[in-house]
């Protein structure tokens, strides 16, 4: 006969089994998705010819045998080479990263960064056949690249919809993580809409699903075992999987892919504004009821947004009716429509809300800002702790002003606790055009005490937008 206590430790572990059948219940089944997907992922590796190192670099090189790959070649590529002499011998370099078949005929997707700079790429199959790629396109804004490899009848994937994605999904990644093909990894969406530091132009997935070095290129699968992303970036410090990877929409990459195939460039909307997020000193100095929106920092000549008539200190709430919760929103938005496109925006200037209508241009290749500082002075209140001068003739038109005042001095006061710098040029003080130094003491004798003030300032060519407070 049962004891009470054996009873009851019977009962516990009937429960603990149980929850543990409904948990097992729950949990995604991936073999057969994977089964279906994987000979279409294909292993990527480049050749690079490189010159032949000096002897006198060559003797003191140290001995690289035995280091991991990746770590051999960042050092291999740390070290001076000779120029190349007419019939010198070459090197071989070589990387490794994933793809994945997009067409019967042979397409295949994958990252820019896994074929930059290669001389000769090959694609490896699942069945360890390899195939010389020709490059179609490559595009580094959004790290896409499309490769093409002569064959019929190829094992391709099914493309989904990254936009239906949603956060909290459970997601498979298959590629070649350190060389080690067809590794399979779970996890979930961690978010959307994602902006990484110089990455304009995609709104990356975050997942949690473990991404190494050679997952590269390599798809993303919903639980439908579709394509909605193409790994591409991870978070470390460590070199390796820290809980914190990046995709890129499958959405988005597929529009580079056509746009690569049937044009062989990409071509991308651009409004000509250098943005900014708005905090929330920002939106109280701006009269918004919270923070959300981008702030217009600068606006470039003859840009579309000139044009259009957008004007600095303009925050941006939605673009034809779509929100701008972060500064972000806006280049996804905007790099996303053709170049012609008519929108509408939303914004909020001098505390009134107000549309304005314009017409798209088209992203320029590159771009840059002037900068520049120099003489003739008038001291400013003591107030702010700072003195400015008048912007010269050469000043204005070196960095494209009308009016501005350059500091030529920081005391001790909330100039120098916000981070002012001699050669900082000044152009708007508390949502007011500063046009002269006489023009910059009238409105900084007449700022508010404990309320947030915003300051435009340019630095080196690049403007933006900070606040302070003063307490006295």
Do not use: C
């Not at 070589?94 to 896994?114: E, K, M, P, R, W």
């Not at 990644?173 to 779970?186: E, L, M, N, Q, R």
């Not at 152009?427 to 006489?438: G, M, P, V």
């Amino acid at each position: 006969m049962f004891s009470l206590k054996s009873s009851m430790s019977y009962l516990l572990a009937l429960l603990v089994l149980g929850q543990a059948a409904v948990v097992r219940a729950e949990l995604p089944e991936f073999t057969g998705l994977v089964e279906e997907a994987s000979p279409a992922v294909v292993n990527i590796s480049t050749r690079q010819n490189l010159p032949t190192r000096d002897a006198s670099v060559q003797g003191q090189m140290p001995d690289l045998e035995g280091l991991p790959p990746m770590l051999r070649e960042f050092f291999e590529r740390s070290i001076p080479q000779a120029p190349r002499g007419p019939g010198g011998r070459q090197r071989e370099a070589q990387s490794l990263g994933s793809g994945f078949i997009i067409s019967a005929d042979g397409y295949v997707l994958t990252n820019n960064h896994v074929i930059a700079d290669a001389d000769e790429i090959i694609v490896r199959l699942s069945d360890r056949s390899e195939l010389q790629a020709k490059l179609i396109g490559a595009d580094p804004r959004t790290d896409v690249a499309l490769l093409k490899v002569e064959g019929k009848g190829l094992p391709t994937v099914k493309l989904g919809k990254s936009e239906s994605l949603k956060v909290g999904a459970w997601v498979l990644a298959i590629g070649s993580p350190f060389g080690f093909d067809h590794s399979v990894t779970a996890g979930i969406v961690s978010a959307k809409g994602r902006s990484l530091p110089n990455e304009n132009y995609v709104p990356f997935i975050q997942t949690d699903v473990a991404i190494n070095p050679g997952n590269s290129g390599g798809p993303l699968f919903n639980l439908d075992g579709e394509v909605v992303g193409i790994n591409s970036q991870i978070f470390t410090r460590s070199g390796g999987f820290m809980g914190l990877s990046f995709a890129i929409p499958i959405d988005v990459a597929m529009d580079v892919a056509n746009q690569l195939k049937s044009e062989g460039k990409v071509s991308r909307g651009w409004l000509g504004v250098v943005i900014q997020e708005v905090n929330k000193d920002l939106a109280e100095s701006f009269g918004l009821e919270r923070p959300a929106g981008a702030l217009v920092a600068q606006v470039l000549e003859e840009g579309p947004a000139a044009k259009g008539g957008l004007q600095v200190g303009d925050v941006i709430l939605s673009m034809n009716g779509l929100p701008i919760v972060m500064s972000a929103d806006l280049p996804h938005l905007v790099g996303g429509l053709k170049p012609g496109s008519k929108i509408k925006l939303d914004v909020v200037r001098e505390g009134a809300r107000q549309t304005l209508e314009l017409t798209i241009g088209a992203l320029p290749e590159e771009g840059a800002v002037a900068a520049g500082a120099s003489p003739e002075s008038e001291r400013s209140s003591n107030r702010l702790g700072v003195s400015v001068a008048d912007l010269s003739a050469e000043q204005k038109k070196s960095l494209d002003l009308r009016g501005g005042v350059v500091i030529k001095e920081v005391q001790d006061g909330p100039a120098a606790l916000i981070g002012l710098r001699p050669g900082d040029v000044i152009t708007h003080l508390s949502n007011r055009a500063i046009d002269s130094a006489k023009t910059f003491t009238e409105v900084a004798q007449g700022l508010p005490k404990d309320r947030s003030v915003s300051m435009r300032v340019l630095r080196q060519g690049r403007a933006s937008f900070i606040t302070f407070k003063l307490s006295e």
